[in-house]
């Protein structure tokens, strides 16, 4: 919408408080991503030791559930994102400002550096986009068809945000070109019934 558009729906006020809470919001997301590598890298030593034992924990488990009020299974995941992500030589420096959602997509592709520069100022959508063009070579014109094909068919559900980047598969095991290409097929195969069945009305 235009700034005049927006001066039509909204008064003064209420787009002086959207722009104050919006900067409100985004800060405290950044803050919010900083704390959350402090935690995984306190967790990744707390396990790498067996620390949880001196505390009185049964497991790792019991205490990421008694502690940190999220699922081990997570806390694993965020934990092999950052070590993996620390073996190939990324920074952790450069990591905290960054979702482990991002990381996950960017931890097995090369040029890690560059990529986590993209993702800090860029949208999850827009990661994933870029990442599945320039390193799985397909294009958003055929993302946007495959996206377009699954809301007409009212499926709303996002297509999976991890891959197999030697595969180009989601990590449901969806290849996304083939699904694109048996979907249009089916699309033209059911046009096709269809226009048999008008020409014998």
């Not at 620390?51 to 049964?58: D, E, P, S, Y």
């Not at 949208?123 to 986009?129: E, G, H, V």
Request: charged letters at 35%; a neutral charge.
């Amino acid at each position: 919408m235009t700034h005049e558009q927006l001066n039509e729906i909204y008064t003064k006020e209420q787009l002086a408080s959207a722009q104050r809470f919006n900067q409100i919001a985004i800060e405290g997301m950044q803050q919010f991503k900083y704390f959350a590598h402090v935690v995984v890298a306190a967790a990744d030593e707390m396990e790498k030791g067996n620390l949880w034992g001196a505390l009185g924990c049964a497991s790792f488990e019991a205490w990421v559930s008694e502690n940190l009020g999220i699922s081990a299974k997570t806390v694993r995941g965020y934990i092999q994102i950052r070590r993996k992500l620390l073996n190939d030589g990324v920074a952790e420096k450069e990591m905290e400002d960054v979702s482990f959602e991002k990381l996950a997509i960017i931890k097995d592709i090369p040029k890690k550096d560059k990529w986590i520069v993209y993702a800090r100022s860029n949208s999850m959508a827009d990661l994933i986009t870029e990442v599945r063009h320039k390193i799985h070579g397909i294009t958003p014109e055929e993302q946007e068809k495959l996206r377009n094909i699954k809301k007409h068919e009212k499926n709303e559900s996002t297509i999976c945000l991890l891959y197999d980047p030697k595969k180009c598969k989601c990590a449901a095991g969806v290849d996304i070109k083939k699904e694109l290409k048996e979907r249009e097929e089916a699309a033209e195969y059911v046009k096709g019934k269809k226009k048999k069945s008008d020409d014998l009305i």
